[in-house]
């Protein structure tokens, strides 16, 4: 009994496929397929991100928005919806500086 806990994320990772080799529709229905779907999203506005700026820029942005997100969602760490929150808080700076580029351009 007492290597059942051990034997938990165990399970949950053989259990992984099943979720994975599913059709997944964005934004989800439970809380695996919204951080899947999120994490699309900020790979996507990441990607766009990276193609605007500098390098050393790019860097620096990710740095700093993830401390921003951490420090802004400190109280819910022990959440389970913890990381999910951090990604969604990433892509929604990271598109929020995208708009501003865009602005740019513009004028």
């Known amino acids: 009994?007492?290597?059942?806990?051990?034997?938990?994320?165990?399970?949950?990772?053989?259990?992984?496929p099943k979720v994975i080799g599913q059709d997944l529709q964005c934004p989800g229905q439970n809380t695996l397929e919204m951080?899947?779907?999120?994490?699309?999203?900020?790979?996507?506005?990441n990607k766009n991100l990276r193609?605007?700026?500098?390098?050393?820029t790019?860097?620096?942005?990710?740095?700093?928005?993830?401390?921003?997100?951490a420090?802004?969602?400190?109280p819910y760490k022990k959440g389970t919806i913890y990381p999910q929150v951090?990604?969604?808080?990433d892509?929604?700076?990271?598109?929020a500086l995208l708009k501003e580029l865009k602005g740019l351009g513009e004028n």
């Open 1 to 16: 009994m007492r290597f059942l806990p051990a034997l938990l994320p165990l399970a949950c990772l053989l259990q992984l």
């Open 71 to 74: 420090k802004a969602y400190a």
């Open 86 to 89: 951090i990604i969604r808080c």
């Open 51 to 56: 193609s605007q700026l500098p390098a050393g």
């Open 91 to 95: 892509d929604n700076l990271n598109r």
């Open 35 to 45: 951080r899947y779907c999120a994490s699309l999203d900020l790979e996507d506005s």
């Open 58 to 69: 790019f860097e620096r942005w990710q740095q700093t928005t993830k401390e921003v997100c």
